[in-house]
């Protein structure tokens, strides 16, 4: 049965989905919208009369379903093309290139915006580079932007923000501080939002991973603090962060804190006592020297 939809039930209907939280339209399936211009645009191409469209007849667009099979195909929902193709310059190479000829954190921004091989970049408002003072002895690396960070082009923004600035203010540290030795400098894995707040695939972290280890490089705290799995799968190459956190490591000749992500903790709340002493661990850190 067909249910036709008139323009007032059809808002009626967005408006009740917004109230329950939707932020973003997704499908099942990824879809590959780079391989689905090609289709068409080859399909266009042929010169078989059989393939043109009749005159006056409606025009057809691609699908999913007119894709090659395993097109579009990524490591979850919303993932990107697949990087494995070899279908023009390596990504990876062109980011290392990029983020090594930045000289500073105002370039580093701008190459990173400037990046057009990253497949997240189409689906975000923002390019979230970082906030807070980089002279802090304390840099924080989270997961990647959320509705809110993608709105405002800054990180730590909404509710885990909030309270990831309620954590920190407990030990004296603050992004608003502006005193050095009680700031704080925070960014991401990924600059750009994921699509419905997914996980970067592994393709997406290895892409970006220059980007963040120049920046680190160019920021130079004492301390790293990897905030959640994707963090320290970044920073580590490790993942389990009930097993991590709190656990001292090194990358970049840096030591590592792995702490729980603070939207975990929202979820958990009985989580929070574990998160209180891995504070008291980096407070007694910062006191001894980093």
Not at 84 to 98: L, T
Not at 148 to 172: K, S, T, Y
Not at 228 to 256: F, H, M, Y
Request: hydrophobic letters at 45%; charged letters at 25%; one cysteine or more.
């Amino acid at each position: 049965m067909t249910i036709a939809l008139d323009w007032h039930l059809s808002r009626a209907l967005l408006e009740w989905q917004a109230e329950l939280g939707v932020t973003d339209a997704i499908l099942a399936e990824p879809v590959d919208r780079f391989a689905a211009f090609k289709a068409l645009k080859d399909q266009r191409a042929r010169p078989d009369a059989a393939s043109q469209p009749a005159p006056g007849a409606v025009r057809r667009v691609a699908t999913p379903a007119d894709l090659p099979p395993g097109a579009g195909r990524g490591a979850g929902p919303g993932a990107g093309p697949d990087l494995g193709r070899d279908s023009g310059p390596d990504p990876v190479a062109e980011a290392a290139r990029a983020a090594q000829l930045a000289a500073g954190l105002d370039d580093l921004a701008q190459a990173l915006a400037d990046f057009a091989h990253c497949p997240l970049k189409l689906g975000a408002r923002s390019c979230v580079f970082a906030d807070g003072d980089p002279r802090a002895r304390v840099m924080i690396v989270g997961e990647g932007p959320g509705a809110d960070e993608d709105r405002q082009g800054l990180p730590f923004v909404g509710r885990a923000g909030q309270l990831l600035d309620r954590m920190f203010a407990a030990i004296g540290l603050s992004r608003r501080s502006p005193d050095a030795e009680s700031a704080l400098y925070i960014t991401n894995t990924v600059p750009w939002r994921p699509p419905g707040n997914r996980e970067p695939t592994p393709e997406e972290l290895a892409m970006l991973k220059p980007f963040l280890m120049r920046h680190i490089e160019l920021a130079r705290p004492d301390v790293l603090v990897a905030m959640g799995n994707v963090a320290c799968d970044a920073l580590l190459g490790r993942r389990g962060i009930l097993k991590l956190r709190g656990t001292w490591a090194e990358s970049q000749g840096l030591p590592v804190l792995p702490m729980m992500h603070p939207a975990y903790l929202l979820r958990n709340p009985e989580a929070k006592r574990e998160a209180w002493a891995d504070l008291l661990s980096l407070k007694a850190r910062l006191k001894a020297g980093g």
